[in-house]
């Protein structure tokens, strides 16, 4: 079948798509964008978190053809749009800095969570409690950290994104 | 549209970062690469006209096999190619240790999951598809599925000696390997056989089988090569180790058979053997095509070794005044189907399990046994997270039969600097397991279990499941410390090779690091970028692609790869320091012993002259190539144990504060504190991390993590029925962080990745039985061991 949607705001159109793939399957096999992480293919590691017409999901249980006319968004779009090679996203700069990052593979589904959450509790003009931090991203498995890193990246993220401007980079 | 990315050209790219030395919270340079999704994994390798390989793998723990008919396979459109054991060319076994693992099973399979065959084809749903139309024909056998019954030896019963029923098996079928089901017997003899002591404390324990978990499934991509040689790109641990093993069954020269390692999301252990390696090489050699292997999550539990299961019996005698005056263990290791690292798990069991104390008397029986379970090996800390389990245990029941302190009994018994080990090891470097214990007693505990109105259920064990609110719950604290070989013992001949750049591009002096040693999650790519800048004084500093095309660096495992590898990138550094501080001899006019390398200048400081490095390299390339060893350790004596068997111990203690649930059975984990001696911290975040990450898996362990194996099958082989543990599951963690210099390492550091992993579950455990005031002598606890329903 041929499929139509939107990625990180550009049109993208893939024939030959057999109707067994998962969003998740298109977007590394077909489209070239290998960012979103096949863990688990069940939906229960968070690793291949994405956007879905600006809701988060496991793209590993969405249908290739359930998202035909919609809009996806990536890891790969949450990069400023014309980025150089430095330049991140307030949520990927914290990772980096906070180390919460080790092998790796969980933190693209997780940055999209943090994003989603991060930007929902800017919306209502507030930063999220711990709890709430732990409650959004309870979907998203990680082996190497142990969660305390990746918490306090989501807190230094929070932090700056209540300071800086609005990034609406990948929803 | 569809030209997909990541060729392995691109794959990992080469990494280049600024600033950082040794004790620097120094920034990741692949971090960039792995927030923004550009970081090429394993499974994320592609490149035009690849095709997918699945594999077929046995549904019986143990079968012989009458045939295989491949035909409606290769009938699938689409299919390239279906292979089994008549197609591996070269040694048709291999093994880490001891070669006795079928590449594709051959006559008999012994355990579930066991690879019968190949398939390629275009689409991996093609291949799965095809895999299923094979035909192979079983002769079913009974399969041994208990370690003790698979030697013959008695079954326990609870806390009685007495053997009760020896289970006879056929020889014919009991043995699933022609030299028995024996891998192997340490024996630890020291002081009197036969100790007697006021107070005897005997108990006996299990521990479950642990997955690593690692998020990045078994994958990679092999290209064939015009010489008719492979080119492998793989996430593993030990490029070297899989390219020796692939090298055989291949029956190819080192030289044609080139690996690079692609990125790896995590490891713990599970990388150490083969998985897809030689599978996909085999696929592309027959088909002349590019082959892509990536397990699935259902694949990957069948995929990898796992920790091995342990069942414990110790007997542990003190003064009335709690000094220990024996400890008689025997221990049995499952190890599964295939030796894989069984006789080092055994080695480190034997020789390390009764835990960081000084004990005059000890007898120690280690066993590594074959059964038709799945094949079990390396997880971080094997050999000592089962034992800690057990020994720790028989302290806290030791002091409740003392009346005494459980922390106050293991400052009292404590192995220190100068101590004998069991095996008549002399501790020669600091061992400071009563400080790290005290330190932990210092610090101040989370607030006591909230009750009344305002309670909020995410606080109780269940969460949001409103099991509770506050009634039924009860409040422990438990401790335990451990220790752990750092790198390879007993004799192995355990080193690195790293090869050093120094040259001007664009005018600025640049170091590369070459090295084949594994970067799996932990940071070492960090810590060689942190050694070259601090030897060599320079900013930029580039890690090259970890690859075959330099010697090896040995395994990233055994918390070893800071020490011997970074050891060996320290060496090289000198090596070229020395050569460049030659040449800028004459220009400054100072010997060699007064310059030194810093901020991108030969300095002087006697003369107060600072000259640019790039001035005085030029044009010249300045290049060595080091292979770097720790001082060697030594076999131990087959009868008694005896010997220098470990260059290093790592020492962790954990204080660990849970709330149970005692009508439901339910456990949260309040708290976890942890102080570890990490000799000099190269990169303290990254420290802290290895810290955090280890305290987690052996929470997991405690509580949660459990393959459960009924008839030699596996129950729960999904994310879904095996959990490890979520953001809600771990609490708070306080670290702190000791810095004794070891004098026989490099900047005086210890490996770091293990022992928290080991010290963090016996812990948990304690605080649950303080909880309960259940014995509780199995892990992971279950909610029906609480209950008793």
New interface residues.
Partial sequence: MRLSCTVNGTPQQVDDVWEGESLLYVLRERMGLPGSKNACEQGECGSCTVYLDGLPVCACLVAAGQAQGREVGTVEGLTPAGAGSGELHPVQQAFLEAGAVQCGFCTPGLLVATDDLLTRSRAEGRKPADAEIREALAGNLCRCTGYEKILDAVRLAADRMAAGPTTEAAR | ??????TPSGAPAQMTGAGGRVGD?A??P???L????????S??L?MDDMLWGVTLRSPHPHARIRSIDVGPALAVPGVQAVLTSDDVPGEKVYGLELADQPVLALDVVRYQGEPVALVAAD?P?TARRAAARIVVDYDVREPVTDARAALGHPTWNQLHDAPAEVTELSRESANLHPHGNLVRHLKVRKGDPEPTADVVVVGEYEVGMQD??????ESGLAVPGEDGGVDLYVATQWLHVDQRQICAALGLPPERVRLTLA??????GGREDLSMHVHACLLALHTGKPVKM?Y??EESFFGHVHRHPATMRYEHGATRDGDLVYVKATIYFDGGAYASSTPAVVGNGGTMGIGPYVVPNVHVDCYGVYTNNPPCGAMRGFGSVQTAFAYESQMDALAAELGMDAVELRCRNALEQGSETPTGQVVDSPAPVVELLRRLEAMPLPPEVPTGDDV?L??MPGG?SNTTHGEGVRRGVGYAVAYKNVAFSEGFDDHSTARVRLEVVGGEAVATVHTAAAE????LVTVEQQIARTELGVDRVTVHPKDTAVGSAGSTSASRQTYVTGGAVKAACEAVRARVLEMARSVVGRPVADLRLDGGKVVSDLEGVALPLADVLGDTVVEETLEWRHRPTEAVDPETGQGFAHVQYAFSAHRAVVDVDTELGLVKVVEMACTQDVGRAINP??V??QI??????GLGLAVMEEILVRDGRVQNP???DYL?????D?P??RVEILEYADPHAPYGLRGVGEAPNISSGPAVLAAIRQATGLPLTRVPVRPEHLTGT
Wanted: glycine share 16%; proline share 6%.
């Fill in positions: 549209m569809s030209t997909p990315t990541r919270d920034q990741r692949d971090g960039v792995k927030v923004r999704g550009e970081f090429a994994y499974s994320d592609w689409h749903d690593q978990a690692f998020l990045g499934p990125g790896v999301g995590g490891a713990f990536s699935n999550r909020d995410r606080d949001v799996v999650g932990q940071g975040q990254a802290v991390g955090h990450g280890g305290t987690a898996q999904s994310f879904t490890i543990p979520t953001v809600l771990m708070p963690m």
